[in-house]
């Protein structure tokens, strides 16, 4: 049974406009969070975290947001670019342990 | 120069040939990891080291075998390939941090065809 879920497998969004993926996971034990971002041909890339202690994290166009009651988590791209058209992995550890990842979510920014 | 190296890039084999696919890392980390990525199912963690000594099995180990020679190199060998062992194969690295986890860096893959 797969422990974190993404369950959209693409999303297609204006390019200005905001881009939100979502992730849900069902073990309550996981304490960090990560977004990971990949280009074909290319291994996935960090992209933004978050640990279990917050709700938030920014890090310029990129925010994570962590609701932690109901076991989700989603990453606000705004505004969204043209280079943002990539498959997007959530993340999540227990312990600094090792990473489960969902199946991705497809984003394609149209100009 | 990329962080992290995978050898070949490509490969296409036969069904049941012995197969070893190569990773380096030039950011001095304790920790590495062997991936597989399929479609529909995201990246699968086959098997993990914490350091040269430590070897550990992921979610899908049956069938693959793992040898770290040396703090930057860890290989995976595929003993006698099937078909459905065909994938996008990627290694990562980490490095031991205080903070709960941390990132892994990952390399650019191996597409990995067993015919």
Known sequence: ?111 | DADVTQTPRNRITKTGKRIMLECSQTKGHDRMYWYRQDPGLGLRLIYYSFDVKDINKGEISDGYSVSRQAQAKFSLSLESAIPNQTALYFCASAGTGTSSTDTQYFGPGTRLTVL
Not at chain 1, 103 to 108: E, N, W, Y
Request: glycine share 6%.
């Open chain 1, 1 to 111: 049974d797969q422990q974190v879920k993404q369950n959209s497998p693409s999303l297609s969004v204006q390019e200005g406009r905001i881009s939100i993926l979502n992730c849900d996971y069902t073990n309550s034990m996981f304490d960090y969070f990560l977004w990971y971002k990949k280009y074909p041909a290319e291994g996935p890339t960090f992209l933004i975290s978050i640990s279990s202690i917050k709700d938030k994290n920014e890090d310029g166009r990129f925010t994570v947001f962590l609701n932690k009651s109901a076991k989700h988590l989603s990453l606000h791209i705004v505004p969204s670019q043209p280079g943002d058209s990539a498959v997007y992995f959530c993340a999540a550890s227990e312990y600094g342990n090792k990473l489960v990842f969902g199946a991705g979510t497809i984003l394609r920014v149209k100009s």
